[in-house]
């Protein structure tokens, strides 16, 4: 395989590519260190080659996924709430980062940082405490869940005003490279979809595609891709300037708090893995 790694997790696996070409159009885009190609067909079947290979691709939730290697290790992971009717679907768009993957899903765990990087949004001092949750990893689909979280938050989406409310949230990682949250939606007893899909470029660079399947009836689509870019953007420069580029999944290379419980589990399913791709070598 003509890819720049051997990691079976990237290789064998559904990895996003972006949104698909218009019927009988294409598009170049990078994966794994090369340049692919992508089209669609005028009948709508989508297409993916590397040169003159061609490479496995299916369209699902409006964007297209590729597997290298052509021997997808499992099927692609379901999104049942992009089906729902009365949820919204908003692309909010593709953006770079210069940093591993792995590290950008780390980020998108965490609830510790809300308070300081995203002040006045997700979070606000003196709110700061992390309460209890909890994580494990799901015997059947092998995907980690965060559950029974809760934070105070002064603006929780693009629809809320700046009152502050406890949110309750839910995390899913279900790929190293994919993640999906659940959150407190305007709709009772509902909780509003955002799935966060990084395509890799290489070992240290992604395209973060971030996808909402909400119940907001009172934010236009442009309000809505507005929040999620003032929020990542408020990440970016943090994630970007991280001492390791890759992520360290060696037991001592950085020290986790109380909070930090879906990075520790992250991490650890990262290992039994047995992740290359993106990750910082032991010292």
Not at 81 to 86: A, Q, S
Not at 115 to 123: R, S, T
Not at 161 to 172: L, N, T
Not at 223 to 249: C, S, V
């Amino acid at each position: 395989m003509p890819f720049a790694t051997n990691d079976p997790n990237m290789l064998d696996d559904w990895l996003v590519a972006g949104p698909a070409p218009a019927p009988s159009a294409s598009r170049t885009t990078r994966l794994l260190g090369e340049t692919v190609r992508l089209s669609t067909d005028a009948d709508g079947t989508p297409r993916c080659s590397l040169g003159d290979t061609p490479l496995a691709v299916q369209q699902r939730y409006g964007y297209l996924w590729v597997c290298p290697s052509g021997r997808p290790a499992r099927p692609l992971f379901g999104f049942p709430e992009y089906d729902e009717p009365g949820r919204r679907r908003v692309d909010c768009g593709g953006i770079g980062v210069a940093v591993s993957g792995l590290r950008v899903i780390e980020n998108f765990l965490d609830m510790a940082h809300f308070p300081f990087v995203h002040a006045d949004y997700l979070g606000k001092v003196p709110h700061t405490e992390v309460a209890q949750y909890q994580v494990q990893v799901e015997p059947a689909t092998g995907e980690i869940w965060a559950t029974d979280c809760r934070f105070w938050q002064p603006r929780a989406s693009a629809a809320h005003d700046a009152s502050g409310s406890e949110v309750i949230y839910k995390y899913r990682v279900m790929q190293p490279f994919s993640a999906m949250l659940y959150k407190s939606s305007f709709r009772a007893g509902e909780l509003d979809a955002i799935g966060i899909f990084l395509q890799p470029v290489d070992e240290e660079h992604v395209i973060a595609h971030t996808l909402l399947a909400c119940y907001d009836d009172h934010s236009t689509d442009a309000e809505l891709i507005a929040f999620q870019h003032t929020i990542f953007g408020q990440d970016k420069p943090i994630l970007e300037n991280h001492a390791f580029k890759r992520m360290p999944l060696e037991g001592r290379a950085e020290t986790p708090t109380r909070g930090d419980t879906s990075s520790v589990t992250y991490r650890r399913w990262l290992r039994e893995r047995g992740m290359r791709f993106g990750v910082r070598a032991a010292a």
